[in-house]
C-alpha cells in the first residue's frame, strides 16, 4: 500500500514539473518566434518582461460575475511602488535619449504608474533631459520632454521626495525636477 502511495505521488510529481517546464518553454519561445525574430537584444528584454507580465496578469484574473452579458475577467490593478529605477525602456524604441536612470511614481489612476526617465539627447550628450510618461485616456500614454536649464551632460535622478527628484549632470550641478510642472529649480 506504502509503495503505490509513493509510486502515486511520485508521478503527480512528475506532471507538474512536465507542465511547468512546458509553460516556461512556452513563454521563452514566444519571445523569439514569428514577428519578434531578429528583434536586438533590449527590446527582446522588453518583450519577454511584457509576455511575462502578461502571462502573470491571465493567472491572477478574477472573473467579474455581475458584468451584463455574463462573467468578464477583471484585472486587479497591482499596487504601483514609487521608487528609483535602475533602468528605463524607451517605449517608442526612438532611441532619441540615452537614459541614464529613472523614477515611478503613483498616479491619480489606480494601478497607473507616472515614470520619469533621465539621461542626455543622443543627438547632443552635452544636453541633458528628462522624459515623463503620464497615463492618460484609458489605454494611452502621454510623454513630455523637458531639456536642463543647460548644458551640464547627461542627469541622474539622485534622490526623491513625492513628486520632486533631484537630479545631478555630470559636471555636479544639481537641480530639483518637479514631474507634474516639468520644472527645474536650481539646488545649491
Not at 467579474?64 to 484585472?75: H, V, Y
Not at 524607451?90 to 511614481?105: E, F, H, L
Request: no cysteine.
Amino acid at each position: 500500500m506504502k509503495k503505490s502511495k509513493f509510486v502515486m505521488a511520485a508521478a503527480a510529481m512528475a506532471l507538474v514539473l512536465a507542465a511547468g517546464v512546458g509553460v516556461y518553454n512556452t513563454f521563452q519561445a514566444s519571445a523569439v518566434d514569428g514577428e519578434y525574430e531578429g528583434y536586438p537584444a533590449e527590446k527582446m528584454e522588453i518583450v519577454k518582461r511584457q509576455q511575462h507580465d502578461q502571462m502573470i496578469a491571465k493567472q491572477t484574473a478574477k472573473p467579474d460575475m455581475k458584468a451584463p452579458g455574463g462573467p468578464l475577467i477583471k484585472q486587479e490593478d497591482p499596487e504601483v511602488v514609487p521608487g528609483i529605477l535602475d533602468q528605463v525602456d524607451d517605449p517608442m524604441s526612438m532611441k532619441v535619449i540615452n537614459y541614464t536612470n529613472g523614477w515611478r511614481g503613483k498616479s491619480a489612476q489606480p494601478g497607473r504608474a507616472i515614470v520619469a526617465g533621465a539621461g542626455a539627447l543622443t543627438e547632443d550628450t552635452a544636453q541633458g533631459v528628462m522624459m515623463v510618461r503620464m497615463p492618460g485616456q484609458p489605454g494611452t500614454l502621454n510623454f513630455e520632454k523637458f531639456l536642463t536649464p543647460g548644458k551640464h551632460g547627461a542627469v541622474t535622478i539622485e534622490s526623491y521626495k513625492g513628486m520632486d527628484l533631484t537630479i545631478v549632470a555630470q559636471d555636479g550641478t544639481k537641480w530639483s525636477f518637479n514631474v507634474a510642472s516639468g520644472k527645474f529649480t536650481d539646488v545649491k
